[in-house]
């Protein structure tokens, strides 16, 4: 059983950053596929990014390509997502996640097996 805690929300002005940063216990970290997802208030759970097992692979949504990063220690059984020039339709509750990794990245949020409790993130205008 894996144990995901994100950390790193907070209230940002448009065009500020924020990372987030998820740390995992009570698994093989590197054995897993990491995502980021947020759901907004009012809408479904949308992905934002994510990354490989060893790190050597990420994938994004469009709507956050070349603002975000999404970066892994498997040192430090933690996630990173690095999030630049906000904007406020990024405000949203942001949840972590993990899959046994497999040759291909998933963008599905039911693929996941593990979650996080989500963290907070607001841009103001």
């Known amino acids: ?13 448009a065009g500020g950053s924020l990372r987030l940063s998820c740390a995992a216990s009570g698994g093989t970290f590197s ?34 390509k070349g603002r975000f990063t999404i970066s892994r220690d498997n040192a430090k059984n933690t996630v990173y997502l690095q999030m630049n020039n906000l904007k406020p339709e990024d405000t949203a509750v942001y949840y972590c996640a993990a899959r046994h990794s ?21 841009v103001s205008s």
């Open 1 to 13: 059983q894996v144990q995901l805690v994100e950390s790193g929300g907070g209230l940002v002005q």
């Open 31 to 64: 054995s897993y596929d990491m995502g980021w997802f947020r759901q907004a208030p009012g809408k479904e759970r949308e992905f934002v990014a994510t990354i490989n097992w060893s790190g050597g692979s990420t994938y994004y949504a469009d709507s956050v």
């Open 102 to 122: 497999t040759i291909n990245l998933s963008t599905i949020s039911r693929s996941y097996d593990y979650w996080g409790q989500g963290t907070q993130v607001t």
